[in-house]
């Protein structure tokens, strides 16, 4: 918000673990989280302890908008399923994550936003073509 | 002696073999196709396995892969290197032992690989198990294919490549393979056929991806001066570069742009030559977009410019650079981590013992191996007697 980091600030969850617990922790809750360096301000995805930009141990949870462009996109048929799409997504927040679009027509520059998906126990942060913003 | 140019015609290569390749059957493992690698290319160099003192291996298949290597043979190693960056492992054995023959630490290594994956899984295996949690494979990626997918739909939205252009390396390794009794596929194969193949991970078919065979390699590495006394000409050590930039294909910047783009540069630079000096050219083709990024990368076209480069038969038999002169892990051998292949046929090549497909006048050959997802990039450059 105003303190210079991209995204939103979030408390991050208490006693869950290492970084990866965090993060799940924060999925559950409906939070596509990511970190935020105190330091350099820069965004890092996956999580983990230290920023892998400037080396600062400062990173703190922030929230993501959701909201992001389709960098690469490639198509999956399996034979049981409909087809499907993997997608590497740039957020707007200004890091990139691998997820799925349940849309085989999804393209490279489309616009997408995050949707939670449950998988056994865990969350899975999924993505859709954005309607309301293009 | 803290110049890395001091490495170059230090060492050479002596020996190469591969064990018996394509599909072995039950009941034959991965540490006997080592093994009857390791065995052949240390016949191949006159040695035997008394003479060696450094061992260095990856496998997939089983842990402290030289320990394991060196009590089966019988050697007992004063050197012993198991750096694991994937297929491209075996060409970082090579430069890591060379500087240690240069510092004295050892003066006969063996770099030798095994896979039995398709007689025994029917799969690929190309690394070991992974226990820490993946940020890429819950979403249904299924790798290592789709992040070559994602850098092969990234490619062709930047430079305009196109699936024909894809195909062009197919059909171009498919043709080398024609010509080496060794290639595991050697059948016609068309453009079209390339194009109606199966749909794996779009824009990349079944005809876009490496075989799954069973297969081992070895090279036998020494002093120069040793080298002079052993049977076979000298391959001499020119130069080498290792470099990673990510592991996971989300996690680097530019999809389209490899650490290649870093190493072919500084081996060149070692061994005092440019892509234009390259007689014979071997690389790690385990989907048809790596031969592409590579060719960029390595600086034989420029960037966005590998289409019009493999088009109409540009790296097959006859074209303007023979590319994967053995057929590649396209169409000759594919056991999981190819790398140690382009050393061996980079060797034969320039020892001109390639049969039907050997390249005229070859003199200096590049051999460039891929690790993980477009994620480690090894290159090394070898040339005979007449360039050191």
């Known amino acids: 918000m105003t303190d210079g980091l991209p995204g939103s600030a979030v408390d991050a969850p208490e006693h869950v673990g290492g970084p990866h617990a965090a993060y799940q922790a924060l999925l559950a809750d409906g939070v596509l989280a990511f970190q935020g360096c105190g330091a350099c301000s820069g ?11 400037c080396g600062a141990d400062a990173l703190s949870w922030r929230a993501s908008t959701g909201r992001g462009t389709v960098y690469s996109a490639t198509v999956l048929t399996p034979r049981d399923k409909p087809a499907y799409a993997v997608v590497l997504v740039d957020l707007d927040d200004g890091y990139r994550m691998m997820s799925r679009v349940d849309d085989a027509s999804v393209a490279i520059d489309d616009r997408v936003v995050v949707r939670f998906e449950a998988a056994g126990d865990q969350t899975l942060p999924l993505f859709e073509l954005d309607g309301g913003d293009r | 002696m803290n110049d890395e140019r001091a490495l170059r015609g230090r060492t050479a290569i002596v020996g190469v073999a591969e064990s018996d390749l394509g599909e072995v059957g039950p009941g034959v493992t991965a540490l006997d196709l080592t ?11 006159g040695l035997t396995v008394a003479d060696v003192d450094a061992v260095f291996s990856h496998s997939a298949f089983y842990p402290m892969p030289t320990v394991v290597l060196a009590e089966r043979m019988g050697i007992r190693p004063r050197y012993s290197d198991s750096t694991a960056t994937g297929g491209s492992s075996f060409l970082a054995h090579v430069r890591h032992a060379t500087a240690a ?23 690929l295996i190309s690394s070991g198990q992974n226990q820490i949690p993946s940020y890429e494979v819950p979403f249904g990626a299924r790798l290592p294919v789709s992040a070559y997918a994602l850098a092969a739909a990234r490619h062709m939205h930047d430079y305009g490549t196109t699936r024909v252009h894809l195909a062009e390396v197919a059909v171009a390794a498919r043709q080398w393979a024609q010509r080496n009794p060794a290639a595991f596929e050697r059948g016609d194969l068309s453009i079209d056929d390339v194009l109606n193949a199966r749909m794996v991970s779009s824009p990349l078919t079944v005809r876009d991806c ?15 001066e040793r080298a002079r006394d052993l049977p076979k000409p000298p391959i001499y050590y020119l130069g080498g570069a290792e470099a ?3 592991m996971n294909i989300s996690q680097t910047p530019d999809v389209t742009l490899t650490a290649a783009s870093e ?13 234009a000096d390259v007689d014979v050219v071997e690389l790690y083709d385990a ?4 031969t592409l990024l590579f060719l960029e990368d390595l600086g034989f076209c420029g960037k966005g410019e590998s289409g019009d480069f493999v088009s109409g038969g540009g790296i097959a038999p006859g074209g303007h650079l023979p590319v994967n002169t053995n057929g590649g892990g396209l169409s000759y051998c594919h056991p999981g981590m190819y790398g140690i292949f382009t050393l061996i046929e980079s060797t034969r090549q320039l020892r001109g013992e390639a049969g039907d497909r050997q390249v005229e006048d070859a003199h200096v050959a590049l051999a460039h191996g891929n690790g993980g997802m477009l994620s480690s990039q090894v290159t090394v450059l070898l040339g005979d007697a007449s360039v050191v």
């Open chain 2, 210 to 224: 490496c075989l799954v065979t069973d297969g081992g390699g070895a090279v036998v590495i020494t002093s120069a």
């Open chain 1, 43 to 53: 965004a890092v995805f996956p999580p983990r302890g230290r920023c892998p930009h």
């Open chain 2, 35 to 45: 093994e009857q690698a390791a065995g052949r290319a240390l016949d191949d160099a």
């Open chain 2, 287 to 290: 989907f048809t977009i790596n």
């Open chain 2, 101 to 123: 023959i240069e510092a004295g630490l050892c003066e006969v290594a063996l770099i030798a690989y095994g896979s039995n994956q398709r007689s025994a899984a029917g799969g």
């Open chain 2, 244 to 246: 990673h930039w990510h």
């Open chain 2, 263 to 275: 190493t072919g540069p500084r081996a060149f630079d070692l061994a005092g030559l440019a892509p």
